[in-house]
């Protein structure tokens, strides 16, 4: 089987890339395992805090009240960035973004550089860029190291392999840390990443980072993590490289007092992150002594001025709404064909791709809700997902593909039925001789041809009842009403 | 106490049971119940799926067919749920200022089935007879769309005979989602099975919810599995007075 394809421009559409995960008993067993685990413990941190729906409410003012100032905060953090001794790039695209890391690793003569876990290098597709250029990626965080390494992709923002168990850890890292007497403890797995990942900390000097919040007013770039091996690359290189979206600058310092706390219980299920870096451009003597930071659009500007998708930049990435989501636990994360999984995913992937792709993503959802439910920043997505799918079949109507689609017609057919009730009444009565030839004799439909065998494929259908309500009613009043019933 | 019923447009082609049970239900609680025959259907199904402007005529008819009437009664929370969250930005972006104010005026007096008979008719105990082990699901809709809460329970609680038996994950999808169902039929397959799976552990007679969309899913995927459960609306149980609805 070939691996998951994470470019939304290649990647199949979300039903067809979901077929074959379904039939992968252990990776969706690890799915559910995972997901319940950082649920329970998320559940528990969130309700000992008495003001968690206030402290929701506060970390979403905060995160609209950037986006409604974006241009002024992202001035201010370049500003005091570059008065701190950092160097502030600014990249419309991925491509542009991407030149400028190359560039940047060019001059530095680099051949490797260390990273540290970056769903937004993953959006730019960097790690292949960078091998064209000769340059090899280090991951160092233990679950994109895991990946690395086992050539896989990641399926969850947060945790990246939460897919993968322990048993096919120990089985990548005795295959390609050539150990073949590991054990699959997890002391023993960490002492053997350890070993591997210290040598990159202290022999290469370049490295790249991702970015949690960017501070304005003193032009900081904060990171969480657990591990500490994102501080190690934070700190020992000389050339340090922080890829961040736009969205991602916070005003003020003391706004990470709220993020920081939603962040760590909804992500983590901590009620703080176990290594929160913070820092401000380059102190001589200590640390990176050339700081660079890439501010990413990718299209992120172009969701600013929507009204209704442009909460979708509020996102912390926590993931909280990929382990509740109960399509995401029955999928996993490759199969929505793009780093960012999860109810998130579907409405920010088709959004970066311009809605010239991913298109079947904001369909990959029940609109159940509990993803709006858990969002530490309020992020209505199925909102946001309702109106996708209107741009999605806007994008449609102007297709002439439109009349042999059969779930197209089928739209149009119902809404000139609904249109009156004479004929949603004239529907209901060839509908019923229509099923006729579908019933079974004990009432039942098995088999339904077109979009029904889309139903049938697992649940039966009872067949049309004899009378419609309407014709109940209209009965009854004819007889005289409810005495005569 | 005068209400229009809003039967929905599945409950009347599909499931008029449903609707019968409705209207023995509220006439014995008093109600002096209308059926306005100009009704189709809420839109749901068009706004969910992306189409707009279809979704806009048909709630441009509800508010105009219902404007006048004392309040609305629906046996269906994810149709309520769709007059509530989606019709105020539909009307804010297609329609016209006395469609709004029409809508504003019409929207507090529009209920859910178990909101009405718990929060305007005031009644938990609806004299209903219902001697099976019961099953609950809560549909998406009435949990986080309506925030239902305890209405339900309340209602099943007071039911005679009835033994209501929790079902384990009750904030969990079924995975019927409308035209989810069809446009990614294997995930919700994979979705539906999970919910069987804690639905049976119940070992209930009965699987009830509030809505017969969730039901026909979960009903038609316990009869093609044989399974003995058998799915009937929440309003079915309170009409009942001796043994199973028929």
């Given at each position: ?83 701190a001794g950092g160097v ?20 530095e ?96 000097p370049t490295a ?26 934070l700190t020992l290189p000389r050339t340090l ?38 820092w401000?451009g380059v102190v001589p003597g200590d640390g990176p002594q050339k700081f660079h ?193 | ?246």
């Open positions: 089987m070939s691996g998951p394809v994470m470019d939304p421009r290649l990647a199949p559409p979300f039903p067809q890339a979901a077929l074959p995960i379904l039939q992968n008993t252990q990776l969706r067993k690890n799915v559910a395992h995972a997901t319940d685990v950082i649920q329970t413990k998320r559940n528990r941190l969130v309700a000992e805090k008495q003001d968690w729906q206030q402290l929701r409410s506060a970390a979403a003012a905060i995160r609209a009240h950037v986006l409604a100032n974006l241009a002024h905060y992202l001035e201010e953090f370049e500003k005091n960035c570059t008065a502030v790039h600014w990249a419309r695209d991925a491509a542009e973004a991407r030149q400028i890391i190359i560039d940047i690793l060019r001059e003569k680099a051949t490797e550089v260390i990273k540290i876990k970056t769903m937004t290098s993953a959006e730019i597709q960097l790690n292949p860029s960078l091998e064209k250029a000769g340059i090899s990626a280090v991951e160092t965080d233990l679950a994109e190291l895991i990946l690395q390494l086992g050539d896989d992709e990641p399926s969850h923002i947060v945790v990246p392999a939460l897919h993968v168990n322990r048993q096919q850890v120990r089985e990548i890292f005795a295959r390609r840390m050539s150990l073949p007497q590991l054990p699959d403890d997890p002391e023993a797995l960490a002492a053997a990443a350890r070993t591997y990942l210290r040598k990159k900390f202290l022999s290469v790249i980072s991702g970015a949690n919040f960017l501070i304005a007013e003193n032009g900081s770039v904060a990171i969480v993590e657990s591990e500490g091996n994102g501080r190690m690359c490289i922080t890829l961040a979206g736009i969205e991602k600058v916070l005003p003020r310092f003391s706004d990470l007092e709220v993020l920081l706390q939603v962040l760590a219980r909804s992500a983590t299920g901590e009620r703080l992150n176990p290594y929160n870096s913070l401000s930071v890439v501010l990413l659009d990718n299209g992120r500007s172009e969701i600013l001025g929507r009204k209704v998708e442009r909460q979708t930049l509020q996102c912390i990435r926590c993931a909280a709404c990929l382990n509740t989501c109960p399509v995401y636990r029955q999928t996993g994360g490759h199969a929505y064909g793009s780093p960012y999984a999860g109810p998130i995913g579907a409405i920010l992937t088709p959004q970066l791709e311009h809605m010239q792709h991913a298109q079947s993503l904001p369909y990959a959802s029940s609109l159940c809700a509990a993803c709006y439910e858990v969002c530490p920043v309020k992020i209505n997505i199925p909102e946001v997902l309702i109106d996708l799918r209107a741009k999605v079949v806007d994008q449609e109507r102007e297709e002439a593909s439109r009349w042999t689609d059969p779930m197209y017609m089928g739209m149009k057919a119902a809404n000139f039925v609904f249109g009156s009730a004479s004929r949603f009444r004239l529907a209901q009565r060839f509908g019923k001789l229509g099923l006729r030839f579908f019933t079974d004799k004990d009432g039942w439909i098995r088999k339904l041809p077109s979009l029904g065998a889309r139903w049938t494929l697992s649940r039966d259908l009872p067949g049309m009842p004899d009378q419609t309500f309407r014709d109940w009613w209209a009965e009854r009043e004819a007889r005289g009403g409810k005495e005569a019933r | 106490m005068r209400a229009s019923l809003f039967i929905t447009c599945y409950n009347d082609t599909l499931f008029p049971q449903t609707g019968r049970a409705v209207v023995r239900l509220l006439e014995r609680l008093g109600v002096d119940l209308d059926f306005l025959p100009a009704q189709t259907c809420c839109g749901q199904m068009h706004a969910n799926t992306g189409f707009r402007g279809e979704a806009y005529s048909q709630a441009k008819r509800f508010v105009q067919l219902y404007r006048d009437t004392e309040c609305v009664v629906i046996p269906s929370s994810s149709c309520v749920a769709m007059i509530r969250d989606q019709y105020a930005g539909l009307f804010e972006e297609l329609g016209n200022e006395g469609l709004r104010s029409q809508f504003a005026a019409l929207l507090p007096r529009v209920f859910e089935l178990s909101e009405f008979l718990t929060d305007k008719l005031g009644v938990d105990d609806v004299g209903a007879h219902f001697p099976h082990r019961v099953a609950y699901h809560a549909s998406c809709h009435g949990l986080r769309g309506l925030h239902l809460g305890e209405r339900p329970f309340r209602l099943l609680s007071r039911v005679r005979g009835l033994k209501l038996i929790p079902v384990a994950n009750l904030d969990r999808c079924c995975g019927f989602g409308g035209t989810f169902s069809v446009k990614n039929a294997e995930v919700s397959t994979a979705m539906l099975d999970a919910k069987l799976v804690d639905l049976l552990a119940t070992d209930a007679e009965y699987c009830t919810a509030l809505d017969n969309s969730c039901l026909m899913h979960v009903g038609g995927g316990l009869h093609r599995r044989n399974l003995n459960m058998k799915p009937i609306h929440l309003a079915e149980i309170l009409a009942s007075t001796e043994g199973p609805a028929g």
